[in-house]
Every structure is written in structure tokens, then in C-alpha cells.
């Protein structure tokens, strides 16, 4: 069985694959409580690995460690390219691009065949643009919903509330009459209109000739401004597969 990571900046998302597919996976919130989360499930027999992460140098080097040694396996590690399974990083600086949004390109145009926009949205919110013929454009970062929630918290004294009162602000987006709805229909707003501004970006480039990924925890909440969108919450892992190959 294959047992695949992405380390983000806040959680690691897990899943074992065996020749069928997947068949667990999970979102662990620290290096340790990944590997209780698999060892609860004794059926996985973990034979490879293979890993993404935008974590520091030091973080990755003593994760790597930790899974070989429990599992004794070897985890090959994505690394930056220039190119990759027909995609052309766009950055000047290829290695600076982070190694989720290319991996999350790549899946994206293994799945399309053409052009076609991938939005990200996590902890920070990417959208990039690839065309027919696998070039990068380039692309966008902005503060994901947790980002931008935190940040009012940390700068404003009167915004306080915690995830789980936030969780019935979003039953509509009308105008909001308490401070928790308020905040909580602002920032999803913004992050709606951010995706509603890729989108036309992508027409004006390609017209109606490009498909449109969303990918990660928030990509639910603006899967309806697009409406030919396809969500695919692992696309990342789908770019790591290609990045990684085990025959």
C-alpha cells in the first residue's frame, strides 16, 4: 500500500492507496497525531510513501524521519522542476514556486488536456493559470477565510468569537445583524469575489475553451460561482502521483 502526504502550512492531509484506489485517509493537525491516525487502522499495510510539503527544511527532514522509521519505508519527497509532465513552471525563479500549487497545476492539467484555471483554497488562497500548451502564466495568493478571520480578531479588540459560533453565520449572505455573521459573510464574500475575478481573467484569455479545478478545505463554499467547476479536494495528490510514479 501507498501511503501519500501533503503537509500544508497547517494540516497534513493523509491517504493509503492500495491497487484498487484509496482506502483511508484523513487530516491530521501535527507530525504526531498522523501517525496515531494510521496506526489505528491495522489493516494498512504501508509499503511506500510518498510526500509534498511547504513545511520548513527542518519540519520536513524530521517528518520523513519519522515515517521511515515507524513504517520502515523510504518517502520520496517532491522536489522543485522547471518542468513537469508537460507543465512549464512560470516563476523566474522556478524553486520559489510552492510546491502544492504545482503539484495542484499539474493534476489539474493531467485532468484537462488544455487550458484550464486552478483555484486552491486553504489556509491561503491560490489561483493559477495554465494554457493549452502547459505554460504557467502565473498567478495569485491571497489570505484564505481562516486568514482573514484571524487577522480581525488579532487587530480589531471588539471581534472575538470562536470556529464553532462561526459555523450558522453562513445559512445565507444577506446583511448581517451580530458581528460574528458580519465578519464571517464579509470574508466569504471577498473570497467569492476573488474567484468570480479568476474566472474572468480566464475567459478573457481562453474564452469558453478552459476547465476551472477547485481544490482544498473552503473549495465548497464557492463551488456555485462557477458553475462547470469541478471540486476535487485531492487534486494535489493527483499531481504528486505523476511527480512520484511507483511502478
Not at 3 to 19: A, H, M, P, Q, T
Not at 184 to 200: I, N, T, Y
Not at 229 to 236: E, T
Request: hydrophobic share 45%; glycine share 10%; net charge negative.
Amino acid at each position: 500500500m501507498i501511503l501519500e502526504l501533503d503537509c500544508g502550512n497547517s494540516f497534513i492531509k493523509w491517504r493509503v492507496l492500495d491497487s484498487e484506489g484509496p482506502v483511508s485517509g484523513g487530516v491530521a493537525d501535527s507530525p504526531e497525531r498522523l501517525i496515531v491516525e494510521i496506526l489505528a487502522s491495522p489493516e494498512l499495510s504501508i509499503t511506500r510513501c510518498r510526500m509534498v510539503s511547504v513545511r520548513s527544511d527542518v519540519e520536513t527532514s524530521n517528518l520523513v524521519a519519522a515515517i521511515a522509521s515507524e513504517f520502515s519505508v523510504e518517502v520520496d519527497c517532491v522536489a522543485p522542476a522547471s518542468m513537469l509532465a508537460g507543465v512549464t513552471n512560470g516563476y523566474k525563479d522556478f524553486e520559489r514556486l510552492g510546491l502544492d500549487r504545482w503539484l495542484a497545476m499539474v493534476g489539474g492539467y493531467k485532468l484537462s488536456g488544455g487550458p484550464c484555471l486552478v483555484l486552491d483554497l486553504g489556509t491561503a488562497v491560490t489561483a493559477d493559470f495554465v494554457d493549452s500548451d502547459g505554460q504557467h502564466k502565473g498567478g495569485f495568493i491571497c489570505p484564505g477565510l481562516s486568514l482573514m478571520r484571524n487577522q480581525l480578531q488579532t487587530h480589531t479588540r471588539r471581534i472575538r468569537y470562536d470556529a464553532g459560533s462561526a459555523k450558522g453565520a453562513l445559512q445565507c449572505l444577506e446583511p448581517a445583524n451580530t458581528t460574528i455573521e458580519a465578519v464571517e459573510r464579509g470574508c466569504l464574500l471577498m473570497l467569492r469575489g476573488f474567484v468570480s475575478a479568476q474566472v474572468q481573467l480566464a475567459r478573457e484569455y481562453w474564452g469558453d475553451d478552459y476547465m476551472v479545478f477547485l481544490t482544498g478545505g473552503d473549495a465548497d463554499l464557492v463551488a456555485d460561482v462557477v458553475a462547470d467547476a469541478r471540486v476535487i479536494k485531492d487534486l494535489v495528490f493527483v499531481g504528486l502521483a505523476v511527480a512520484c510514479p511507483f511502478s
